[in-house]
């Protein structure tokens, strides 16, 4: 960083430096990703844009993702910092360039938790539904405030208890949708859906406006990062977190989207309109029961990434009150816990005290218009990460024609889903983020009132 002192660069106590193993760090990024809520919620966005076209929409987002992996890996192999984009792009471009990426990272991950925070209740809603059951409006806030103060504690007590166990819950959330999908598809009879498959007659239109909301599947996947101080060997770890969780999320949501399209029978209208694609489908398929299955796994995975927003957002907090440029404040490290304990509270309040502000606008809609705004964030922060990489390992002189590819690629598409934000520009409420427009409009227009 240029022109600053780490006040606290010789206090007690530190971070507890080698703290997390290779599966522990993958966990961070993999619980950030948190992959059960794109068949749970995230895919109706997709599905009502890009139709029978959405896993192409996702296969896309894929590929231009892990050319923004590879930027980030290429930064983090050289950088291994908690401040991570904080400090990849201030000693690039400069202290200010710098703190602006590390307040839209901060804005991104608490935001991303409120939105995770906020679809809680609706997985809960859908599980009780099942049983015909029904909680009031009152209830389920509570519900959403006791699931952050548990966050709140998880954070808290030990990063590798939390980072290992938003890694056990999101493998157990994985496995029950793909047994549960692997069960659709068996009672559809087939794997070969020629609609789907016919790539020339596809709503290419579709496919691209619904690429916005598709990269919103994959926002946190970077998260690891965040972590470097923390974790074991973070020049091999980080890279092999961020790498390896995009690529495998990616697959997930491709192979997941086109079985949800196949079990309802290529009615990807119907996915578009529900807000439970998951038991749609299943209910399609004769499987009620499912349903309440599903929506359990999705409400784990849900902790688990509300849990990883709070770790990554309170270790950019950690870095930027250390180089001084947030209150001193956020760099204490608790001396039992060896976590940042201040920036760790600061985050969950933040969190919370959004998710309450947001109540009167139902949790859908909050969901919505926080996951879009945490989407803006981070696509700005990805751009910025893709040029920079190329920038550092020229300045080092070691620049390579791959360095050059991934940040022409990955740049690109984050470049695409920046302009597809503003243009058309949205009409109210969401013109006030600002944030992606397609999957926004869609929504507010959309989502019946009082979800």
């Not at 938790?113 to 009780?128: D, E, K, N, Q, Y």
Request: aromatic share 10%.
């Amino acid at each position: 960083m240029v022109a600053t002192t780490d006040v606290a660069a010789h206090a007690a106590p530190q971070l507890r430096q080698g703290a997390l193993s290779l599966p522990e760090t993958i966990g961070q990024s993999i619980a950030n990703i948190a992959p059960t809520l794109t068949p749970a919620i995230n895919i109706s966005v997709v599905a009502g844009i890009a139709g029978v076209g959405s896993w192409i929409s996702y296969l896309i987002a894929t590929v231009g993702c892990v050319f923004v992996g590879s930027c980030i890996s290429t930064l983090a192999k050289r950088h291994p910092e908690a401040g991570s984009y904080f400090v990849y792009i201030g000693r690039n471009f400069g202290p200010i360039p710098g703190a602006l990426a590390g307040w839209l990272m901060i804005l991104a991950y608490l935001s991303c938790g409120i939105a995770v925070a906020s679809s809680a209740p609706l997985f809960l809603t859908s599980i009780l539904a099942s049983f015909g059951l029904v909680l009031p409006h009152t209830g389920l806030a509570i519900y959403m405030v006791a699931f952050i103060g548990l966050v709140a504690y998880a954070a808290y007590r030990d990063i590798q208890l939390s980072s290992r166990v938003g890694l056990i819950l999101e493998v157990v959330s994985i496995g029950i949708v793909i047994i549960i999908t692997a069960m659709v598809v068996a009672k559809h009879g087939t794997v070969v859906d020629p609609t789907q498959l016919a790539v020339s007659k596809l709503p290419v239109g579709g496919i691209m406006s619904a690429m916005a909301f598709a990269v919103f599947s994959f926002v946190g996947f970077e998260s690891s990062a965040t972590l470097a101080k923390e974790a074991r060997d973070p020049q091999r770890a980080v890279p092999f977190a961020v790498m390896g969780s995009v690529a495998a999320a990616g697959i997930f949501f491709t192979i997941i989207c086109y079985f949800m399209v196949l079990g309802m029978n290529d009615n990807a209208s119907a996915i578009g309109n529900s807000g439970s694609p998951f038991s749609d489908m299943t209910a399609a398929a004769h499987l009620p029961w499912a349903a309440a299955i599903v929506y359990f796994a999705a409400s784990i995975s849900a902790f688990a990434c509300t849990l990883a927003c709070v770790n990554a957002g309170s270790r950019m907090l950690y870095s930027m009150g250390r180089y001084q440029f947030l209150h001193g404040s956020m760099g204490l490290v608790h001396k039992k816990h060896k976590t940042p304990y201040a920036a760790i509270l600061t985050s969950t309040a933040l969190v919370l005290l959004g998710a309450l502000a947001l109540l009167p606008q139902g949790f859908l809609n909050a969901f919505d218009e926080t996951g879009t705004l945490c989407t803006f964030g981070f696509v700005i922060v990805y751009l910025g990460v893709a040029l920079t990489s190329s920038v550092d390992v020229f300045k080092a002189g070691i620049l390579k024609p791959f360095h050059v590819v991934s940040t022409v690629i990955g740049g690109a598409l984050m470049v695409f889903v920046i302009y597809s934000s503003i243009f058309p520009w949205p009409a109210a409420p969401c013109q006030y983020l600002p944030q992606i427009s397609l999957p926004c409009r869609w929504r507010c227009s959309s989502a019946p009132a009082g979800t």
